[in-house]
């Protein structure tokens, strides 16, 4: 049997000992405070709890926005815990694929060119990023939406883009911040139906969300209250939706 540390050196998220502390006049505010886990590759992970409870500081810790007070946190076997911030951009680009609530699109240009732009920032090839960029989009069932702009897109179809977007860079983590908070019912499901698919296609995935609905999609739950984990555990009532992504423009 694999004990903890080979777990460890296999992971893509490890977290021990973590915390982060903001002084605020004086007064210091302990966010973290003593978090521990690690996330498999492969695995799909809700990280969940109300306002104030760690969970979006853990979120800026996993996604290099933010550094730890103290403690060590290992990304797909990178220590980052002393990283400069120009090495903590590269690693972002690199390993992480962030989907955000409010999407987070460029205005002026067409869905193909907001999911080239993070190949660009890498430095590949116009023509190697066209094509990724297509297949991209294809896979989140947009290929007929490729020259649109986000004012042209439906809330769930922006959403569909900014997961294309993530995904383009073929990251070994996709982190998801809210990323229902800004749809309908309709549309949430079609997103988390997506996550699903890329999960099921070995793609690792940390939702961060308060909402219990989004969660109970993910086969694990990690609960915050005032910046510890109160649970960590499998979902026993996962919530499966198997939509037909491929094709699907509308929502």
């Known amino acids: 049997m694999m004990n903890e540390q080979s777990m460890n ?33 492969g695995e799909y992970v809700a990280i969940m709890g109300p306002s104030g409870s760690g969970k979006s500081t853990t979120m800026n810790v996993i996604g290099c926005l933010d550094l730890a007070s103290s ?17 903590l951009a590269d690693l972002r680009n690199q390993k992480i694929g962030f989907v955000f609530q409010n999407f987070n699109l460029l205005a002026r240009t067409t869905a193909l060119e907001n999911v080239e732009l993070p190949m660009m920032y890498a430095g590949v090839a116009a023509t190697v990023r066209r094509k990724r ?9 947009l290929q007929d939406r490729v020259h649109n702009r986000p004012n042209e897109l439906s809330g769930g ?22 990323p229902t908070g800004a749809l309908d019912t309709h549309s949430t499901e079609e997103i988390m139906g997506l996550f699903e698919e890329l999960n099921r ?3 690792t995935i940390v939702i961060v969300t308060h909402e219990a609905d989004v ?33 699907r423009s509308d929502g």
Not at 158 to 173: D, E, G, H, K, T
């Open 157 to 178: 179809q922006q959403q569909r883009v900014a997961i294309a977007r993530a995904m383009v860079n073929r990251p070994v983590l996709i982190l998801a911040d809210e």
């Open 71 to 87: 403690g060590r946190y290992v990304l797909d076997g990178y220590d980052v815990t002393h990283l400069s911030e120009d090495d």
């Open 9 to 41: 050196e296999l992971a893509i998220i490890v977290l021990e000992d973590v915390t982060r502390e903001y002084d605020l006049g004086g007064q210091v505010i302990h966010a973290l405070d003593g978090v521990s886990f690690a996330v498999q590759q």
């Open 133 to 141: 960029a297509l297949e991209a989009l294809e896979r989140v069932g």
């Open 215 to 247: 969660g109970a999609h993910a086969d694990r739950i990690i609960r915050f209250r005032d910046g510890r984990i109160e649970s960590d555990a499998p979902n026993p009532r996962r919530i499966v939706t198997m939509p037909a992504v491929r094709g």
């Open 201 to 203: 296609q070995g793609n």
